[in-house]
């Protein structure tokens, strides 16, 4: 029997849905556990999957952005303690946001290994014995801390991971975020968003590094429509999610473009050091050189927005009264004033730095 070109239509109208202009197929609603907090990386993560018409269950302590998702179930309780939420029930997936303790990882993966059918753990590239400068895989070394002897963050990272598979076998999938950036920041907030401040008060503003130097983090909206999608399709393994490939000198052209004119100048990062700048007062990318990259993210669907449209929308935010009285509570300033900036130039130009 042929098909005309009417009834293949019809047949896509029923099996399938076109979102953002990419046809999907039809999804099998899941029972999604959130283990986290609303404030950050579990917004964008929850945002996403309830986008996409899943039923969600939110476990945490209930301080930040309790109702945030009127539509997800809340439930409350402590990871250093209190699961008692969460005995006797179900979920297709858990989504772990908030392991920063392996011994909290252990006693979620303990509980819910019979009660869940996968894992998603939200781990870090800190979790790699590498430093960051240099080029790192999903195959190389993790710090192999065990659990009740982890100290660091990465160690802590690390041995959050063993627990998962230990537990989670052949149903876990690993995420391992470089630097994450985007509207509801409140922990490193003026890291970032310090790029269109400072393009935005206009005249120099200092960058340590080269323009060619590479940068890595990501969108954390990007990062929860990823996570969405890969727990739909039920992507099991591990993957680094350290942005795409990008340079200081797009993060400048970028800042501009949103901020309004304004000039860069780069500043040796050694002689900034020997100087005693610190780096954490300035924009975010300008310490170090990060080319991580998220090649197998990419090839199971990961997608970046444009550059200018998260610093655009970070700064929107933190022009808005959430993000004023976010900054007003937690008694933060945008990093180096203008002056300061302006007074390691002069030095730097005085030690024939910038003479070309």
């Not at 050091?273 to 954490?280: C, H, L």
Request: proline share 4%; charged share 25%; glycine share 12%.
């Amino acid at each position: 029997m042929s098909l005309t070109r009417r009834g293949w239509l019809q047949g896509a109208a029923w099996g399938v849905g076109i979102a953002g202009g990419v046809i999907a197929a039809r999804r099998r609603r899941l029972r999604v556990l959130v283990l986290g907090g609303m404030r950050f990386v579990g917004r964008a993560i929850v945002a996403a999957v309830l986008a996409r018409g899943h039923a969600v269950s939110l476990f945490n302590r209930g301080r930040t952005g309790p109702g945030l998702f009127p539509e997800a179930e809340e439930l409350l309780g402590d990871r250093e303690g209190d699961l008692a939420a969460l005995r006797g029930r179900s979920w297709d997936v858990v989504i772990d946001t908030s392991g920063t303790n392996p011994q909290w990882v252990r006693r979620a993966s303990e509980l819910l290994h019979a009660a869940a059918g996968r894992y998603l753990y939200v781990s870090s590239t800190a979790a790699y014995t590498m430093s960051g400068s240099l080029r790192v895989s999903e195959e190389s070394p993790i710090w192999p801390a065990a659990t009740d002897a982890a100290r660091t963050y990465g160690e802590r990272k690390a041995a959050g991971e063993r627990e998962v598979l230990r537990y989670f076998a052949g149903r876990a999938t690993i995420v391992r975020p470089a630097d994450l950036f985007g509207p509801h920041d409140y922990d490193r907030r003026a890291h970032f968003v310090r790029w269109a401040l400072r393009a935005r008060a206009g005249g120099e503003f200092l960058v340590l590094g080269r323009p060619e130097n590479k940068v890595a983090f990501t969108d954390v909206r990007d990062l929860g429509a990823w996570i969405a999608g890969l727990i739909e399709r039920d992507v099991r393994g591990v993957f680094n999610v350290a942005g795409p490939p990008f340079t200081l000198g797009a993060l400048a052209a970028a800042a501009i473009a949103v901020g309004g004119p304004a000039t860069p100048v780069w500043v040796d990062r050694r002689w900034a050091a020997a100087e005693g700048v610190d780096r954490k007062q300035l924009s975010a990318g300008t310490g170090s050189t990060y080319e991580m990259g998220s090649p197998l993210a990419v090839v199971r669907g990961l997608c970046f927005r444009p550059l200018v449209a998260t610093m655009r929308d970070t700064l929107e935010w933190w022009d808005s009264p959430k993000g004023e009285a976010a900054g007003e509570a937690a008694g933060e300033t945008p990093g180096m004033t203008a002056e300061a900036e302006a007074e390691v130039i002069a030095a730097w130009r005085a030690s024939g730095g910038g003479s070309g």
